[in-house]
T-cell receptor, first 113, second 113 residues
Framework: DAGVIQSPRHEVTEMGQEVTLRCKPI?????LFWYRQTMMRGLELLIY????????DSGMPEDRFSAKMPNASFSTLKIQPSEPRDSAVYFC???????????FGPGTRLTVL | AQSVTQLDSQVPVFEEAPVELRCNYS??????LFWYVQYPNQGLQLLLK??????LVKGINGFEAEFNKSQTSFHLRKPSVHISDTAEYFC???????????FGTGTKLQVIP
């Protein structure tokens, strides 16, 4: 099993540009989570999906952030326009039905200049 | 609402010494409790979890934790640490089912040779 796959692993962009982060959950898992990790705020849940449906997006900072899960094997987190304060490591995690264990991807380190 | 408090942001300990990382939780319903570990530049991985049953839970790498309902605690312990245990440790709480997991702010364990 390849685990949760995230791409890109590193992204450097300029303020105002659109950024798209990608996640492929573990096959068969039916829940997917997007987190943001910073030194100042720690690990924050942005949004999570069950069976491709967004359940709780209360952690999404503002309208510049959007997330989609068009099918069970793919999700995106988009930031448009990006700002320097969005610089962080973004993690995707998936969870199989019937368990409470989340499996994290390696993260995408985003730097907005 | 649920929350987790990790009072210690950093814990230095000498190699082969015992360690305890503290975690207190708050929840109005039954809880599931977790400890995750994050090694440098990696995603989080599950160390152990308490769902029900025995209050002493054993996890990977020789770690264990004890659920104490009266003190609302779930402290993580290891009798003898190794250099390779240097990492950040996150306590987390969930109400189960499709509910989201709330993570603590993390405790950085630094094992000193």
């Amino acid at each position: 099993d390849a685990g949760v796959i995230q791409s890109p692993r590193h992204e450097v962009t300029e303020m105002g540009q659109e950024v798209t982060l990608r996640c492929k959950p573990i096959s068969g898992h039916n829940s997917l989570f997007w987190y943001r990790q910073t030194m100042m705020r720690g690990l924050e849940l942005l949004i999570y999906f069950n069976n491709n449906v967004p359940i709780d997006d209360s952690g999404m900072p503002e309208d510049r952030f959007s997330a989609k899960m068009p099918n069970a094997s793919f999700s995106t987190l988009k930031i448009q326009p990006s700002e320097p304060r969005d610089s962080a490591v973004y993690f995707c995690a998936s969870r199989p039905m019937g368990t409470d264990t989340q499996y994290f991807g390696p993260g995408t380190r985003l730097t907005v200049l | 609402a649920q929350s987790v408090t990790q009072l210690d942001s950093q814990v230095p300990v000498f190699e082969e010494a015992p360690v305890e990382l503290r975690c207190n939780y708050s929840s109005s319903v039954s809880v599931y409790l977790f400890w995750y570990v994050q090694y440098p530049n990696q995603g989080l991985q599950l160390l152990l979890k308490y769902l029900s049953g025995s209050t002493l839970v054993k996890g990977i790498n020789g770690f264990e934790a004890e659920f104490n309902k009266s003190q609302t605690s779930f402290h993580l312990r290891k009798p003898s640490v190794h250099i390779s245990d240097t990492a950040e440790y996150f306590c987390a709480v969930s109400s189960g089912g499709y509910q989201k997991v709330t993570f603590g702010t993390g405790t950085k364990l630094q094992v000193i040779p």
